[in-house]
């Protein structure tokens, strides 16, 4: 199933872990897996059913949590969305991805301080998310500030762009997962540290660090790596290993 899921081959995931659960019905982290397939499938319903199960049967699940407020967010059920992701990032202050939904929740509710302040906790958690500036940018627009969303947006620009340097690790990373697929992984892994040791900030290198140190078993740094990824990439969610 993890294989189709980050594959994004959604129908093949949902039905892989709809056969795991009636295997293994007291499992969360198969519960959370089909939730995502789910929402992928547009599914809305049938994705909150499921993370609800998931949470009742492991309630600090930050992952889940904010999947549950995306959910509802995407049905929306703003209110709801908003006082759910609100408890997660009181809860889990330094759950990162749990902050840019919160602020485009409450940007659409009207509360622009709000958004402003959601979106500064990542800034200030990470000066570099070229997300974060162009939900600033948004925000700051939306106030009137002509001038510090202009520096916003030049911001987001900046590392959405990147340089010679980002250029070179993205080659570097491309050149790692021709070797994964070579079954090098100690290559694979020695060719990312090199793109990020070029691009610290390379959310698809970050990223498929992650896979490969889950594959290995090391969950600590995996989960690390991928938070780092979606603070740099809110596109790039973590999906959690059974």
Known sequence: GLCYLEAGRWREAAHEYTLLLKADPGSPELFYNLAVTQKHLEDLAAARALLLKCLQLQPDFPAAELELGE????????????EHLRSLCAAHPDFLPAYFPLAEVLRQKGDVQGALAATQAVLKANPQSASAYQELAILEQQRGNVDAAAAAFHQAEKFKNGSKVRQAAHVATGSALRLLRAGKSEDAARKLEFALRLDPDSAEAHYHLAVLLGARGEEAQSLAEFQKAYSLDARLKPPHRP
Do not use: H, S, T, V
């Not at 959910?71 to 908003?82: F, K, P, T």
């Open 71 to 82: 959910a509802l967010w995407q049905e929306g059920m703003l209110e709801e969305a908003a």
